[in-house]
């Protein structure tokens, strides 16, 4: 008998090991969902399949009668928007700063301190001051999560930078660089596949923010709808929103993470060895 | 009158033995010391332009400190050092070239793109890169000094698509687009393996040759810096405290004058010379 920990899948075995679990789920939720509509068909906690497919074609496919909008995708084209400006923002405060923070001595010592302070208050307690603000429109919600996700990033690239060996800061002197030109030909191109991961990490937190701020205030949006349609109780939009929030994260994630491995080759190779 | 005659037979370049009148490098009574330990004291030396200079000395014993004195990283305690006749800048510039043993090249631009980079510094000082007709002529010579040190071939790979010798070859050759006045090399082949490391010393040997450098070479292979440098000097702790090992810094014990042109052989004096400093120098085989 060998150790389980030496215990390998087979190459045959590796994707139907993989879905398994999500086929068991599924089958497991058809059971629960049957059993409770025996009980009582108007059951609106697990609904059948037959329902979700109802919803969906209300809300995506078919106009909504008040509105005269495919509530899906007006909801997904606000939420990206608020969320893509934010993350926009974010990267380009996070990157400018994270790189002086860290590449020059006296804007470290300087901030580097604030910048850890700021890092730890919780976003989304500085809600309602947001809201006293900058008031309920599109802005407090890109506010929010520029403010939930920018020191992290702005930390992430200054802890980067520092790892930058001194060496090779010193040759660049010796070939003749200034300061400026140190930080767009050194400091920038390294610092830019941690951007990306950076990115990829913050935008968990980022879809919690906007969901959050959704939630509180908004007339559209993924956050803003599965909240409102919850005092009907409607688990047949709210679970197909779910997953397709999850998709639409999946999909940016992946797509970031494709766009890094193209743009920064080097920095893929050099993890190999 | 006797040290005019003597000046003379050193502007002709045939001296040997002590130091000339032309100094490159010079440093006066350097020390360098931390708040824990003196590393260097009492460093006089005068470098003349044209010289392969040696350092060698146990680990530890302040080689790299020395370097990083010449290459304007860290200021003297005490002391001064003169490049070419001005205080050295107290940071590194194009006027010294640098090769370390490790993290010499960028790991982010192509071999090409690492020695492009040096020109691409000099004349664009706004966007640090070239375009059109200015980026072709430098890519030209880039290219050509990839061939020079046999990294034709190798010009679009990574640095880490590169073997360790080709990643100093590298290095070497982007220090040497930059022109400097002297080449600092600390260590540079110690992480090769023997047969890359006797490449690189054809190699560097070539490079100094045609490019008329000077260069201070750190290593800890007695043999190398036999086998490579006009000049050798040997570092090493004079005093010693056992109560306080660190009270007291290395000085300049040996400095020998190895050669005018590499590829001569050492004279007797010398060979005995080296062979009586590879007995006293723990942990060096005698030169061969
Ligand atoms: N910045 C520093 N602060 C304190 N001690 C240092 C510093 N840099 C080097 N040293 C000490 O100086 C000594 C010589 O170091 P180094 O020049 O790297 O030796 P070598 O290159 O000859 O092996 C070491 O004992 C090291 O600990
Ligand atoms: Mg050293």
Redesign the pocket.
């Known amino acids: 008998m060998r150790k389980l920990i030496n215990w390998r899948p087979a190459k045959g075995a590796l994707a139907a090991l993989g879905c398994a679990p999500f086929v068991l789920v599924l089958i497991a939720y058809m059971v629960a969902s049957q059993a409770r509509l025996e009980v009582n068909p108007n059951d609106k906690m697990l609904p059948a399949f037959a329902s979700f497919s109802a919803a969906i074609t209300r809300v995506a496919i078919e106009p909504d009668r008040r509105t005269g909008e495919r509530l899906l995708w007006v909801d997904t084209a606000a939420s990206l928007r608020r969320l893509g400006l934010a993350i926009a923002i974010s990267a380009v405060i996070g990157l400018t700063l994270g790189m002086a923070l860290g590449a020059l001595p006296i804007a470290g010592a300087s901030l580097s301190p604030l910048v850890a302070g700021v890092s730890l208050i919780p976003p989304l307690a500085i809600l309602p001051i947001l809201f006293i603000v900058v008031g309920l429109g599109e802005l407090s919600k890109v506010v929010l999560i520029c403010i939930g996700i920018t020191p992290v990033i702005t930390r992430d690239i200054e802890q980067r930078v520092r790892e930058i060996p001194r060496e090779l800061i010193v040759k660049a002197q010796t070939l003749g660089a200034s300061t400026w030109q140190i930080m767009l030909r050194v400091v920038l191109p390294q610092a830019l596949p941690r951007l990306v991961s950076a990115l990829r990490l913050g935008l968990c937190s980022a879809w919690l923010f906007l969901i959050a701020a959704e939630a509180i205030a908004a007339e559209s949006g993924l956050g803003y709808r599965i909240f409102l349609v919850r005092r009907y109780l409607a688990m047949d939009v709210i679970l197909p929103y779910v997953l397709w929030i999850t998709a639409v994260a999946y999909l940016t994630d992946y797509v970031l993470g494709w766009i890094s491995r193209r743009a920064f080759r080097w920095h893929f190779l050099g993890q190999l060895q | 009158m006797c040290s005019v005659g003597f000046r003379g037979a050193r502007f002709a370049g045939t001296s040997w033995g002590n130091y000339s009148s032309v100094a490159f490098l010079e440093l006066t009574n350097v020390w360098q010391e931390?708040p824990?330990?003196v590393?260097l004291e009492r460093l006089n030396l005068m470098l003349e332009a044209g010289e392969f200079c040696v350092v060698v000395?146990a680990?530890?014993?302040?080689?790299?400190?020395?370097l990083r004195l010449l290459l304007g990283e860290e200021r003297p305690s005490r002391g001064r050092v003169i490049l070419d006749g001005k205080p050295l800048r107290d940071e590194p510039d194009a006027a010294r070239g640098v090769v370390f043993q490790r993290y010499s090249v960028f790991p982010h631009l192509t071999a090409l793109a690492n020695v492009l980079v040096a020109l691409e510094f000099k004349q664009a000082p706004l966007t640090a890169r070239l375009f059109g007709r200015t980026r072709y002529a430098a890519t030209k010579r880039a290219q050509a000094m990839l061939e020079a040190v046999g990294l034709g071939a190798a010009a679009a790979r990574y640095p880490c698509e590169l073997s360790g010798g080709m990643q100093q070859r590298l290095a070497l050759a982007q220090a040497l687009i930059a022109e400097p006045r002297v080449l600092l090399l600390d260590e540079p082949f110690g992480a090769l393996d023997p047969g890359s490391r006797a490449d690189m010393h054809v190699l560097v040997r070539d490079l100094w040759r045609r490019h008329g450098l000077t260069v201070v070479m750190?290593t800890h292979d007695l043999k190398e810096g036999f086998s490579l440098g006009t000049r050798l000097l040997v570092?090493d702790k004079v005093r010693h405290d056992p109560q306080a090992p660190n009270a007291y810094g290395s000085r300049v014990t040996y400095d020998l004058k190895l050669r005018t042109n590499p590829l001569t052989p050492m004279t007797h004096a010398n060979r005995a010379a080296a062979l009586r400093l590879a007995s006293i120098v723990p942990g060096h085989a005698a030169p061969g």
């Open positions: 931390y824990d330990q590393v000395g680990s530890g014993c302040g080689k790299s400190t020395f750190v570092f």
